[in-house]
T-cell receptor, first 117, second 112 residues
Framework: DTGVSQNPRHKITKRGQNVTFRCDPI?????LYWYRQTLGQGPEFLTY????????KSRLLSDRFSAERPKGSFSTLEIQRTEQGDSAMYLC???????????????FGAGTRLSVL | SQQGEEDPQALSIQEGENATMNCSYK?????LQWYRQNSGRGLVHLIL?????REKHSGRLRVTLDTSKKSSSLLITASRAADTASYFC????????????FGTGTRLTVIP
C-alpha cells in the first residue's frame, strides 16, 4: 500500500491520559499536514511540516498538543492530558513539493478516531 | 475563519439524477479543490480549479468557479449509488500558506 497510513485507526482513552498517533506519508512526499475533524464538520488545519521542519501551527494547536517529524518521514501527534473536547478524527495528509506554488493537492490517510471518556 | 460553507448540507437523489453542490468562501484564493469523503474514511481529491479558470470537467464531474461571488459549484452527472459520500470544497490562502481551508461539507445520498 503506497498511500498515507495512520495508526491506530481508533483510540479510546480516559480523560487526563496522554495519547500519540502516528502518520506515515507517501514516501516521496516532503510535506505533511495534520487536521482535526469533528462530526459534521470539515477538517480544520492543525500543523504543517516540510521535511523535518514544522513550519506552520494553527491556534487550535494548544500547549497540550505536540507534533514531530524527526527524520522527515513519519510524523507523530501527541495530545497530553486529554479532554473530552479532544474527541475527534485526526487526519494526516501529505503532498509533494514539486506541485508548485499554485497547487496544493493533498493525499489523506484514513484517520485516527479519538474518543475521550 | 476562512472556512467556507457548502450548500445544501444534505442532498438525497435517485440514481441517474444529477447532483449539484455549492460552496462559498471568504477570501481571495489561488485555487479551489473538491474532495470526497466516505463515511469514517479520509478525504480523496477529486478536482482542482485555478482562480483564473471558470469551469473544469473531469469525467462525470463539472466544477465552476465565480471569484467575484467567491463561490463554486460541483455537478455530478448520472449519479451512482457509489457516489454516496460527503463532499467538501477546500481553498488555499493567497499568501501561499500551505494548509487548506475546508467547507462544512454536503452529505450526498444516492438511492439505488
Amino acid at each position: 500500500d503506497t498511500g498515507v497510513s495512520q495508526n491506530p485507526r481508533h483510540k479510546i482513552t480516559k480523560r487526563g491520559q496522554n495519547v500519540t498517533f502516528r502518520c506515515d506519508p507517501i514516501s516521496e512526499h516532503n510535506r505533511l499536514y495534520w487536521y482535526r475533524q469533528t462530526l459534521g464538520q470539515g477538517p480544520e488545519f492543525l500543523t504543517y511540516f516540510q521535511n523535518e521542519a514544522q513550519l506552520e501551527k494553527s491556534r487550535l494547536l494548544s500547549d497540550r498538543f505536540s507534533a514531530e517529524r524527526p527524520k522527515g518521514s513519519f510524523s507523530t501527534l501527541e495530545i497530553q492530558r486529554t479532554e473530552q473536547g479532544d474527541s475527534a478524527m485526526y487526519l494526516c495528509a501529505s503532498s509533494p513539493i514539486a506541485q508548485g506554488r499554485a497547487k496544493n493537492i493533498q493525499y489523506f490517510g484514513a484517520g485516527t478516531r479519538l474518543s475521550v471518556l | 475563519s476562512q472556512q467556507g460553507e457548502e450548500d445544501p448540507q444534505a442532498l438525497s437523489i435517485q440514481e441517474g439524477e444529477n447532483a449539484t453542490m455549492n460552496c462559498s468562501y471568504k477570501t481571495s484564493i489561488n485555487n479551489l479543490q473538491w474532495y470526497r469523503q466516505n463515511s469514517g474514511r479520509g478525504l480523496v481529491h477529486l478536482i482542482l480549479i485555478r482562480s483564473n479558470e471558470r469551469e473544469k470537467h473531469s469525467g462525470r464531474l463539472r466544477v465552476t468557479l465565480d471569484t467575484s461571488k467567491k463561490s463554486s459549484s460541483l455537478l455530478i452527472t448520472a449519479s451512482r449509488a457509489a457516489d454516496t459520500a460527503s463532499y467538501f470544497c477546500a481553498t488555499d490562502h493567497p499568501t501561499g500558506a500551505n494548509n487548506l481551508f475546508f467547507g462544512t461539507g454536503t452529505r450526498l445520498t444516492v438511492i439505488p
